[in-house]
């Protein structure tokens, strides 16, 4: 059977997948920044009407469905997230594996989690492949049939890591767009050329969409290994992290653990330049806040094409992002919930974490 004809069969249950995207939205959407709300709604307008990149929505249009959007979500944001029926079971919305075993060999691929700040999010594709590296499952979709507004381009879910293909590509393609208004130099710059985005833009996201998403497996098997190393206490802190600025904290230090455990030790073995300036054309935000050295060891491989002091700062950050997540864990066992506010205290002053 193929992905088209599971649809047709499987209509309620994509209905129901899209009602519960829809709910999430209604409960989330409105604490985003003005800003980045209009940003992705302009997106996901893209999205739903299957606009090719580079096409620019209709303000008039964009605005209706907007207003239409919006009065669907005053009507759902008090409704609970619905089970989701297949055939004669109806399945918990979020029992992602369970519902996978029925779909998967129908060319069907479904996700479900909660990501930053508590947002659930739901989707419902075609599956592009399945494989196991490193003892871990790795699921990857490509076309959506379902999603809600914030795409999350992987994620890692137990022991099995979901990549979506399309999501990172409109997320690939977005960065791409936005770099040629101003054409900043710099390490996105460096990445673009990489791939040829000068010569053929279409063409150059999509062997971005192939090599990156490389770049995310190896970023999920990151997390793995560091779960594996912080146990599951790591997920009871992150509930406990009730701030953002303590959640932002908590997920950057379990990042840079993650990218010095695989990320960027194997795409430096491997010589993958294009991938390398993407990943620091990425690399902002808490994660550089507290790790400068990593980024004057990039600067200092630009310079002279010496990876030695990136070998070295990896190193580094190996022994410290495991040994502060350690610290971590040791004040939610002391403190429980009264954590949040010692971790929200130490993302504003950075000095006694960091590694420079």
């Known amino acids: 059977m193929t992905g088209t004809k599971d649809l047709a069969e499987l209509e309620s249950f994509v ?39 580079g096409t620019p929505p209709p303000h008039a249009d964009v605005g209706a469905w907007l207003t239409a959007r919006e009065a669907l979500w005053e009507e759902l944001e ?24 029925q779909l998967l060999g129908h060319g069907l691929l479904y996700g479900a989690g909660i990501g930053r700040f508590g947002k659930p999010h739901f989707f419902l594709g075609r599956l592009h492949s399945e494989a196991t590296r490193d003892g871990v499952r790795v699921l990857v979709g490509d076309r959506e049939y379902a999603r809600d507004m914030s795409t999350i381009p992987a994620a890692l879910q137990g022991d099995t890591i979901v990549v979506r293909r399309e999501a990172l590509r409109q997320w690939l393609w977005e960065r791409a767009e936005a770099w040629d208004v101003k054409r900043n130099a710099g390490a996105l710059q460096l990445a673009l050329d990489a791939y040829g985005f000068g010569a053929d833009a279409t063409a150059a996201v999509e062997r971005m969409t192939e090599a990156e998403a490389e770049t995310l ?18 997920e009871e802190l992150l ?36 991938s390398l300036h993407f990943w620091f054309a990425n690399f902002d935000g808490m994660r550089l806040a507290l790790f400068p050295r990593l980024a004057a060891a990039y600067a200092a491989w630009n310079r002279a094409d010496d990876v030695a002091e990136l070998a070295t700062a990896l190193a580094a950050g190996r022994e410290h992002w495991r040994n502060i997540a350690e610290r971590m864990l040791r004040l939610l066992a002391q403190r429980g919930q009264e954590v949040d506010a010692e971790l929200a205290r130490l993302s504003q002053d950075l000095d006694e974490i960091s590694l420079a």
Request: hydrophobic residues 40%; charged residues 25%.
């Open 239 to 274: 509930c406990a992290c009730r701030s953002k600025r303590a959640e932002v904290l908590a997920r950057a230090v379990r990042d840079n653990l993650a990218d010095c455990l695989s990320t960027l030790p194997t795409l430096l073995a491997r010589g993958a330049t294009g």
């Open 78 to 101: 008090g409704e609970e997230f619905a089970e989701l029926p297949l055939g004669e079971v109806r399945c918990d919305p979020f029992a992602a594996d369970e519902i996978n075993r």
């Open 15 to 53: 209905t129901t997948v899209r009602r519960n995207c829809h709910i999430s939205d209604a409960r989330h959407a409105r604490s985003m920044t003005m800003c980045n709300y209009l940003l992705e709604m302009r997106e996901f307008y893209r999205w739903e009407q299957g606009l090719p990149f």
């Open 217 to 234: 497996v190896l970023h999920e098997l990151g997390e793995h290994a560091a779960g594996r190393q912080l146990g599951p206490a790591w």
